[in-house]
């Protein structure tokens, strides 16, 4: 079958490529995640997605075939949120962990799913697996109050395949986007997706739209999903993929730099302790981000899409 047609339209360079529609980039992923095209097929793919940039169409035609292939985590009438996290840890601790557990902490059911994107970086499963949380072996449902760790590759190996390519070609490509946006449930849950860069913060503003997603968005600390502990970035929240700004960004100068630990996992796992035994508090923007996550997961049924 291949994808060399597909190739052809998205290869073109940045001015001259033309987009796919959502049941082409459906019928590409699916191919791709099916592993029936060559190596090189794959790498072409990546590099000129790369350059030219993914639409909203795009985008959610690659979560539609993604989709389609997760096995996914049952969570039947459980306010579930979703949580993840492939970037880790390299100036500042990853605190993802840490909002997990404050989420449990709140009778919320959380899932995180990642896996290591790159080997000189802390990743929360590290930092999880300090505080006695393993990545799960197998798919089973999730319980309110409960955090669960599953590795992408569990989740869908053709993802996770596709992912690593970026070990061999040293960019960043489309499933770096999708995981950030995926809910790996089989019911509504809330996904709560982070940008490094402006420019993906328009991107996935437009996707969460076009497929009527329930998700908080924000520009996440060194691309994971917490708040950045040092200031408050702005959130929004997407209802059935219907905006709202929840949260303005904290504005002025620092009065004080928060008390962080390492970025090691041994450092953060303890400090991420000490917060949850009352002995540090907790960060103002992770407190708020807490308490928006709490409201929106809570909301009306009728509210939150798969």
């Not at 699916?30 to 790498?43: F, K, N, P, S």
């Not at 319980?143 to 053709?158: E, K, Q």
């Not at 708040?227 to 904290?250: H, I, K, L, S």
């Not at 796992?269 to 409201?295: F, K």
Request: with cysteine.
């Amino acid at each position: 079958m291949g994808i060399a047609n597909y190739i052809k339209e998205i290869g073109r360079g940045k001015d001259g490529a033309r987009p796919l529609n959502r049941e082409q980039a459906a019928d590409l992923m699916g191919q791709v995640l099916d592993g029936a095209v060559t190596d090189l097929e794959v790498g072409a793919f990546c590099l000129a997605m790369r350059i030219k940039g993914e639409t909203p169409q795009e985008m959610a035609g690659f979560l539609d075939a993604t989709r389609q292939r997760t096995q996914l985590v049952p969570n039947a009438d459980q306010p579930t949120v979703v949580l993840p996290s492939y970037n880790g840890a390299r100036k500042l601790p990853v605190l993802t962990p840490l909002l997990a557990l404050l989420l449990a902490r709140e009778g919320l059911a959380v899932l995180v799913h990642g896996m290591a994107t790159e080997n000189s970086r802390t990743s929360t499963q590290n930092v999880l697996e300090t505080l006695g949380i393993r990545a799960e072996l197998a798919i089973e449902p999730i319980a309110i109050g409960s955090v669960r760790y599953f590795p992408t590759g569990l989740l869908c190996p053709g993802l996770a395949r596709l992912l690593d390519v970026r070990r061999v070609v040293g960019l960043r490509n489309p499933a770096h986007s999708l995981v950030k946006l995926m809910n790996p449930c089989s019911h509504a849950a809330l996904v709560v997706g982070s940008y490094t860069h402006p420019e993906y913060a328009k991107s996935m503003a437009a996707t969460l739209q076009l497929v009527q997603a329930s998700a908080l968005l924000l520009r996440g600390t060194e691309g994971e999903p917490v708040a950045d502990p040092r200031r408050t970035p702005a959130m929004d929240a997407f209802a059935n993929g219907q905006a709202q700004r929840v949260q303005e960004a904290q504005a002025g100068p620092l009065a004080q730099l928060p008390d962080l630990p390492p970025p090691d996992s041994a450092s953060t796992g303890r400090w991420i302790e000490s917060v949850l035994n009352g002995q540090r508090p907790v960060p103002e923007s992770i407190a708020l981000q807490v308490s928006h996550l709490v409201r929106l997961a809570r909301a009306p049924s009728s509210s939150m899409t798969p």
